[in-house]
């Protein structure tokens, strides 16, 4: 069999990727900020305010548009969603969502998934990319759980950083989002999400402390309250954490419609309106007049003034947008009216990759998969997810329904398909001609599904599970999903396939856990876990199955075995209470004993790997802390596959702290027989705590203990040190 797997392919794009990075240079902080002072120094207090103030909501040909300046010059910006691409555009690849991305544990397929979002933006003339998301599946159920990165702060921290090198290295400005605490989409507007300090600091602000440090030129405040104020207002968290504490130097843009007043918003950091008006289609604005009149009465300081708009205009430096910029030839709200740019160069390669790597599967007894089409007479393919949207493509504006198979969730956090390889061709495509293919696509027509199931020699049934944002209702889900389980009668349908086909692989495409009752049939055999990987998604998929590519992604949540073993649902109440402050996903898992279905970071190959040798250095002096760990992976299995080695450490008992937490992971492709030495460097950043007595991080002293392994519940070697 031959196996071919991202690592090689990555290092290509890679190599071919440096050879054009000088195109555009990253400004630091202070050479921007220095270029921005004598233009800012140049405008007046209208043209200062202009800048930070949206046009209103259709008025321009972006999501977002800001007013420009004529003398000194500085252009109207282009801000365009989504996180994972152009929205509003044809002529773009729409990839894999955020989920997946986190599922990859790939940290280059990562960041070459942002520089090819950025090439696409910029492309098109757009100067700002509405993401990366970076809230939490705080519960499996929250509506936009799939833009992000799963459940674990650290693997959101990398994601989220990696994304945004991507992105603004190719000269877009990337943008943090959503500053804070809107896990959930029932009630965002109007409840407020109540924290206490210390998980703010550990799990919520960690990817954005994470973003900043990766040199991120916008952060997005979001629609909800926190404890009490609203998230665009907030002092303590734009002023004091945000611009204090975390040191940003970016600037603050709200989310659409989410300011609420002038001087108030101004003065506690809020540094930009979007999409302008006050509600949409109303004209008028916070900014605006209502700026300058607040600056003329001394409501707002003219330094406040300059300040929001040198943030703005550095920003625009920082990632070089003063140099060749291109025009703009997006025109969101009437796509027919917007020349054809075509930026899609070949990204869809890095798709379908980054697809196959994101690829979790969780279940193979009895090694069913991979199946070689040599080998193989006649699959039967059912279930309506491995097929095309009968009504078409992109049938649905923002993918706000249900039909086909599911490589996206809806909402703003979308883009347009150019195509779509649906399981069904991409799997047609690899077995070639002489395996015969049956399917039905129907999902409620049982005795057909077992028919076409019975006498093949693997049957692939098909099930998915989709979610959104609140503003788009499918099905009875306002954005969060109302249930747990499968959509399109999912369950029966794998049951009566299960019942009569012995090889029976399960394939599902969801947006976060399902439940799955079927799952001890003996007859189900495999559970592929592909996520929601985008345009090329039959093509990753048909990589998997055939065993092209090795599986290596892994699970960015845990699935339990009962809706009812998690600790955190969508909640009604005008306060959401973040009772179970740092016990999130595993870490409640872990805490309470509950034994998860696949635990977080779980994921299995077709080869297998020892872990040998887990050795670690620590040392302590005042104020540097210095620990270094190294393991050897062995490739033992009989064919080369990568691994992905996670490195979660346990905390002195009185820190308080989760039985475990994620502090590290490297991806390394093994060829079968070969070994290797990882290494591992935990700083302040992965070994404190926040103490809320000195309002700030401390290393804890005492016994820490690294436990390295392949998921969270399989734990390979274990070491302790002191510190
Ligand atoms: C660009 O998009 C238009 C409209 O969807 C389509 O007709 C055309 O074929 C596309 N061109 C390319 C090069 O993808
Ligand atoms: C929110 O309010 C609670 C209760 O007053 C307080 O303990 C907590 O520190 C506050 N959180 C933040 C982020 O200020
Ligand atoms: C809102 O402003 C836009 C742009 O200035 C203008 O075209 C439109 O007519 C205005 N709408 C209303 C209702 O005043
Ligand atoms: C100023 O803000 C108020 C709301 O506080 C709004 O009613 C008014 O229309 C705004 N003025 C302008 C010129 O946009
Ligand atoms: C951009 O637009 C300007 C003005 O419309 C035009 O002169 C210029 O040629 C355009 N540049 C490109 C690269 O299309
Ligand atoms: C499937 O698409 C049709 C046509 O757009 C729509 O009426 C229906 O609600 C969709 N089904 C689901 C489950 O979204
Ligand atoms: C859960 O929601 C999905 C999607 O709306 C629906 O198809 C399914 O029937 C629901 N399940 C139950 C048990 O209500
Ligand atoms: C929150 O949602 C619930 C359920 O839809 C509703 O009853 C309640 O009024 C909402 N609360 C607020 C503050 O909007």
Request: aromatic fraction near 10%; charged fraction near 20%.
């Amino acid at each position: 069999m031959h196996l071919q797997t991202l690592s090689s392919s990555a290092l290509a794009l890679l190599l071919t990727f440096n050879a054009v990075q000088a195109k555009f240079s990253v400004l630091s902080w202070e050479d921007a900020y220095k270029k921005a002072d004598s233009l800012v120094s140049q405008m007046s207090t209208k043209q200062k305010v202009d800048i930070a103030t949206g046009v209103g909501w259709q008025n321009g040909l972006c999501m977002g548009n800001t007013f420009g300046t004529e003398d000194p010059y500085f252009p109207s910006l282009c801000l365009q969603d989504s996180p994972l691409g152009v929205r509003h555009a044809d002529n773009v690849t729409s990839g894999v969502a955020g989920i997946n991305a986190a599922a990859s544990f790939d940290k280059k397929a990562i960041y070459e998934r942002g520089a090819y979002m950025g090439r696409e933006f910029r492309g098109k003339g757009a100067h700002v990319q509405l993401g990366p998301g970076m809230n939490f599946m705080r519960s499996p159920e929250g509506g936009r759980g799939w833009e992000a990165h799963g459940e674990d702060e650290f693997l959101q921290g990398v994601a989220a950083a990696e994304t945004i090198r991507g992105i603004q290295d190719e000269g877009v400005i990337a943008t943090a989002k959503h500053y804070i605490l809107n896990d959930q989409e029932l009630n965002r507007t109007t409840s407020s999400s109540d924290i206490d300090k210390r998980t703010l600091h550990e799990v919520y602000l960690w990817p954005f402390a994470r973003s900043i440090e990766a040199g991120v030129a916008s952060v997005m405040c979001s629609y909800n309250l926190v404890n009490g104020t609203y998230a665009c207002e907030n002092d303590y968290l734009m002023n004091t954490v945000l611009k204090g504490e975390l040191g940003f130097k970016g600037f603050v843009q709200s989310d659409w419609q989410a300011t609420h007043s002038t001087a108030k918003s101004v003065n506690a950091g809020l540094d930009m309106t979007m999409p302008g008006d006050i509600v949409f289609f109303s004209n008028d604005s916070y900014f605006g007049k209502n700026l300058t009149d607040a600056i003329d009465r001394k409501e707002v300081s003219e330094e406040r003034a300059t300040d929001m708009a040198t943030r703005i205009v550095a920003a625009w430096y920082k990632v070089g947008q003063d140099k060749n910029f291109p025009n703009l030839t997006l025109s969101s709200f009437h796509m027919e009216e917007a020349p054809f740019v075509d930026v899609q160069a070949n990204h869809k390669a890095l798709v379908r990759e980054i697809g196959a790597a994101s690829t979790v599967l969780l279940k193979n007894a009895g090694s069913v998969l991979p199946i070689d089409p040599k080998k193989t007479r006649k699959i039967a393919i059912i279930g309506s997810d491995a097929g095309p949207d009968p009504y078409g493509l992109n049938s649905c504006a923002s993918h706000g329904c249900s039909n086909g198979t599911l490589a996206q969730g809806w909402g703003s956090g979308t883009a347009d398909f150019p195509y779509m390889i649906d399981p069904l061709a991409g799997l047609t495509a690899a077995f070639g001609k002489n395996v015969e293919i049956k399917s039905t696509l129907d999902d409620w027509n049982l005795e057909n599904a077992a028919k076409v199931a019975k006498d093949a020699e693997y049957a692939l049934v098909f099930s998915n599970a989709d979610s959104g944002e609140q503003h788009i209702t499918v099905d009875g889900n306002v954005g969060d999903r109302k249930n747990l389980t499968l959509w399109h009668n999912g369950d029966a349908l794998i049951k009566a396939v299960a019942d009569v086909n012995k090889n029976t692989i399960v394939i599902i495409h969801a947006v976060g856990a399902v439940m799955m009752p079927w799952i001890d049939h003996p007859n189900v055999k495999a559970v592929v876990w592909p996520g929601l990987q985008g345009q090329e998604t039959g093509n990753s998929l048909a990589d998997i199955i055939t065993g092209k590519v090795n599986p290596s992604g892994r699970l960015p949540y845990t699935i339990a075995k009962d809706a009812s073993d998690y600790n955190a649902k969508p909640d009604p109440n005008d306060v959401v209470e973040y009772n179970e402050k740092l016990l999130m996903g595993y870490k409640w898992f872990d805490h309470a004993k509950i034994e998860p279905l696949f635990a977080f970071g779980h994921g299995l190959s077709y080869t297998k790997f020892d872990y040998n040798d887990l050795k670690v250095k620590a040392k302590k002096h005042k104020d540097s802390i210095s620990v270094t760990a190294s393991i050897i992976i062995k490739n033992s299995g009989k064919v080369d596959g990568a691994e992905i080695i996670q490195a979660y450490i346990e905390f002195p008992k009185d820190a308080g702290e989760p039985p475990k937490l994620l502090r590290g992971f490297e991806k390394v492709f093994l060829k079968k027989g070969k070994q290797d030495k990882i290494t591992f460097e935990f700083t302040k950043t992965e070994l404190s705590i926040w103490d809320v007595n000195v309002d700030g991080w401390v290393v804890p002293s005492g016994k820490f203990t690294l436990h390295v392994g392949a998921s969270s519940r399989d734990i390979r070697k274990s070491v302790s040190f002191s510190l």
